[in-house]
């Protein structure tokens, strides 16, 4: 009977662990791209670090903590390919056109504190 209420307790134990490391990784994983907005670039500006921050006609107000003057492309948070891909379509989009941005409208801030941007075009 001893062995039998070890066993039990170890797995409970492994239970409660499971579940505290899944409430984590979906907290982890909350943070990211969710919303899109359509709007023709008004401002551009890029950094040498690669950082580039950028503002739509339609640009939102408000974004939770983020500072909302700007949308900003993370440069730690993508490769120089999809980093310069991302730049180059903005450009375009400066010259000619609306385009549509996938961002995170709860709050989840770039380096910079702006509105992270995951998605460009």
């Known amino acids: 009977m001893r062995n039998s209420l070890q066993g039990s307790r170890i797995k409970y134990i492994g239970a409660l662990l499971t579940g505290f490391l899944g409430l984590g990784v979906t907290t982890i994983a909350s943070a990211t791209y969710n ?16 950082s580039v921050l950028f503002v739509l006609d339609t640009q939102p107000t408000s974004n939770g903590v983020c500072d909302a003057r700007y949308f900003e492309i993370d440069p730690t948070d993508s490769s120089d390919a999809v ?23 709860s709050g989840d801030c770039g380096v910079l504190h702006y509105i992270h941007v995951y998605r460009v075009g």
């Open 35 to 50: 919303s899109n907005i359509v709007g023709r670039v008004t401002d551009l500006i890029a950094y040498e670090n690669g």
């Open 83 to 105: 980093l310069d891909r991302m730049y180059k379509r903005l450009l375009v989009a400066y010259t000619s056109g609306p385009i549509q941005i996938g961002y995170d409208n």
